[in-house]
C-alpha cells in the first residue's frame, strides 16, 4: 500500500513538473496549480457576472468581443448567481486592487477579482491559456480552448511603466493606442508620455500656440549616427492637439493605464525658446528648435516671467491628465548660460544659494510647489533629488541605482529606470547585425538580470521602492515599426520582473515561457527582434 502511495505521488509531482512546462505565460503568476483536461468554448457558452459592479462589465464585453472577433463565436453576458458551468466573473472584496483568481476546469471558468482592475488581469492571462490566433481572426470555433489550472497571482509592483519618447520622433495616435494594447497584453499599467524636447514639442497648449506653430517644427534631423554629423534638409514635426490627448487617456483607461506627461525643464527646452526667446539667459539670441541631438546648453532662464510660463503650461496639462503624477524631467541641464548669466548671478546671491546647482534645485521646488499646491504630486529624473523635493514628489533612478537609494533613504518614493538595464534604445544583439542604434549593449538575459530588492535598503526603506520603468527614447528610432523591435522581447523582461513575486533569477525557464508565447505575439504582428528566440 506504501509502494502504491509513494507511486502515486511521484506520478503526480511529475505531472505537475511535466504540466507547468505546457503553461507559457509572462508575466510568471505569483501560484499556479496544473489541472488536467481543457475549457471547451461552445456556442451555447454563458458569460455570467455574478456581481453589480459595473467594471465587470466592461471585462466580459472584452471577453465577448475577442473571442467573437477571433472566432465568431457569440457568447451571451448576462446577469446572476455563480453557476457551475461557463463563464462567471464572481467579486472577491477580500482580494487586492489588482490581484485576481483564474480558476479553469473542463465545465467552468471562473474569474475572481476586487473590481474591474484585476479581472482584466485575469482576461490577459487566459488568453495566454489559449491558442495563439485568439489575438487574430484566425481562430476556428473547434479550436477554442483554454488549458485547465487554478492561478492565484497579484503584481509585485503597483509601477509598471513603459516611456516613449515622442520629442524626437513624433509618434500617431493610431501607434500610441498600439503601444497601450501591447502594454496591456503584459500587464503594464504606466504609460509615460515624454512630450518635448530640444529637439520638438508634441503638446498643444492654447494660452501659448507658438508652441505648436513653432517649437513643434525643426528645419532638418541628423541622418546616420551623431558622429556623422548629416542632415537631411528637410523640416519636421508634428503634435497632438488637446483633443486628441483626452482621447488616447480614454483609450488607456479602459485597460486600466494610467498616463503620465513629462514637459521638460529647465533643461531639453530649446524648442520652447525658439518660439519664446524671452524665456532665455539670451533674449536676444535667435534661438531654432534643435536639429542635433545630445544635450543642449539652450536651458531656460529661472526669471519670474518663466515660472509664470510654465505653471500656465502645467495648468493646462493637469487639466487634461487625471493621473496624480506630473513628470518634469529636471535632467540633464547645463549650466553655462547661468554662470554667464549676470541675472542668474544676482539671483544666486540674493537667495543665499552656493552655486548653480543650488539655483536649479531652486527651479525645481518652485515647480514642486506650483504642482503639489494644484493637488498633484511631482516626478522627474533623479536629478531633481539636489537640493530637496517636497515629501510627497516621486524619483526615477535611470543613472543607476545609486540616486534610487539616496531618494528612498530620504523617504520619497521611487521608481527604478538603471539605463544599464532598461534603456531600449540600446543594441540588444551584436551591432554588426542590427539597424542603427545610439549604442551600448543590453540584451534580453541583461534586462531580466535586474533586481529591485536592493541591499542598501532597510526593509522600511525598500517599501518607497513602488515599481520599474523601461525607456525608448527615439534619437535613432523613427518609425513605429523600429520601435516596436527596440521594445520587444525586452519589455516581457519588465513584466515579468515588475509583476511576479521575488525569486532566484532562472531566465532558462523565463526563456522557454517567451519563446512558448511567440505564436501570441506573432498573431498581435508584434515586430519584436528575434535573436535567440528562434
Given amino acids: 500500500m506504501k509502494s502504491f502511495l509513494w507511486g502515486l505521488c511521484a506520478f503526480l509531482f511529475c505531472f505537475s513538473l511535466q504540466a507547468q512546462e505546457s503553461y507559457h505565460l509572462v508575466p510568471k503568476p505569483a501560484k499556479l496549480t496544473p489541472v488536467p483536461g481543457k475549457f471547451i468554448f461552445q456556442k451555447n457558452t454563458v458569460i455570467t457576472l455574478s456581481t453589480q459592479d459595473e467594471s ?25 448567481s455563480a453557476t457551475s458551468k461557463g463563464i462567471v466573473f464572481v467579486q472577491n472584496t477580500s482580494l487586492g486592487d489588482e490581484a485576481y483568481r483564474l480558476n479553469i476546469s473542463n465545465k467552468k471558468i471562473e474569474i475572481q477579482a476586487k473590481s474591474g482592475k484585476g479581472a482584466f488581469y485575469a482576461l490577459q492571462t487566459l488568453f495566454q491559456l489559449m491558442p495563439a490566433q485568439i489575438y487574430s481572426n484566425e481562430l476556428s470555433t473547434q479550436e477554442m480552448t483554454a488549458l485547465a489550472c487554478q492561478i492565484e497571482d497579484a503584481p509585485r509592483f503597483s509601477y509598471r511603466g513603459m516611456m516613449l519618447d515622442v520629442g524626437r520622433y513624433y509618434f500617431p495616435v493610431s501607434f500610441i493606442k498600439r ?24 503638446i498643444e497648449i492654447k494660452k501659448y500656440p507658438k508652441l505648436t506653430s513653432v517649437s513643434s517644427i525643426r528645419k532638418e534631423t541628423m541622418v546616420g549616427h551623431y558622429r556623422d554629423q548629416k542632415f537631411d534638409n528637410k523640416p519636421y514635426g508634428g503634435f497632438y492637439t488637446q483633443e486628441e490627448i483626452k482621447d488616447v487617456i480614454a483609450y488607456a483607461s479602459k485597460k486600466f493605464i494610467t498616463i503620465i506627461p513629462e514637459i521638460e525643464m529647465p533643461g531639453h527646452s530649446q524648442a520652447v525658446l525658439a518660439a519664446y526667446p524671452e524665456l532665455g539667459c539670451n533674449p536676444d539670441k535667435i534661438y531654432q528648435v534643435a536639429t542635433k541631438w545630445g544635450i543642449s546648453e539652450d536651458v531656460l532662464c529661472p526669471r519670474e516671467e518663466t515660472f509664470t510660463f510654465m505653471e500656465n503650461v502645467l495648468t493646462e496639462v493637469m487639466a487634461l491628465f487625471p493621473g496624480q503624477y506630473i513628470h518634469i524631467g529636471g535632467d540633464e541641464c547645463p549650466k553655462k548660460q547661468w554662470k554667464e548669466s549676470r541675472f542668474c548671478q544676482d539671483l544666486i546671491k540674493k537667495l543665499g544659494l552656493k552655486d548653480e546647482h543650488e539655483l536649479q534645485s531652486y527651479f525645481i521646488r518652485r515647480i514642486d510647489k506650483f504642482v503639489t499646491s494644484k493637488g498633484k504630486k511631482l516626478l522627474g529624473w533623479d536629478e531633481i533629488l539636489e537640493g530637496g523635493l517636497s515629501p510627497n514628489a516621486m524619483v526615477m533612478s535611470w543613472r543607476g541605482t545609486k540616486g534610487g537609494i539616496e531618494a528612498a533613504k530620504q523617504n520619497h518614493d521611487v521608481v527604478m529606470s538603471p539605463n544599464s538595464f532598461f534603456y531600449l534604445d540600446y543594441y540588444q544583439a551584436d551591432p554588426k547585425t542590427q539597424p542603427l542604434a545610439i549604442g551600448g549593449n543590453l540584451t534580453l538575459s541583461k534586462s531580466y538580470s535586474f533586481e529591485p530588492d536592493l541591499p542598501e535598503l532597510s526593509a522600511e526603506e525598500a517599501k518607497h521602492i513602488v515599481g520599474i520603468q523601461a525607456n525608448v527614447w527615439t534619437e535613432y528610432i523613427s518609425t513605429p515599426a523600429y520601435a516596436e523591435y527596440m521594445t520587444f522581447p525586452r519589455a516581457l523582461a519588465l513584466s515579468e520582473i515588475s509583476w511576479s513575486p521575488k525569486q532566484p533569477k532562472d531566465y532558462d525557464d523565463f526563456l522557454r515561457r517567451v519563446k512558448g508565447i511567440l505564436p501570441g505575439m506573432d498573431a498581435l504582428k508584434i515586430n519584436y527582434c528575434p535573436v535567440g528566440l528562434k
Fill in 56 to 80: 465587470f462589465n466592461a471585462v466580459a464585453t472584452m471577453l465577448k468581443d475577442q473571442i467573437s472577433m477571433s472566432s465568431g463565436l457569440n457568447l451571451v453576458i448576462k446577469s446572476g
Fill in 179 to 202: 503601444f497601450l494594447d501591447l502594454m496591456a497584453v503584459y500587464k503594464l499599467n504606466t504609460f509615460h508620455w515624454h512630450l518635448t524636447e530640444d529637439q520638438g514639442w508634441r
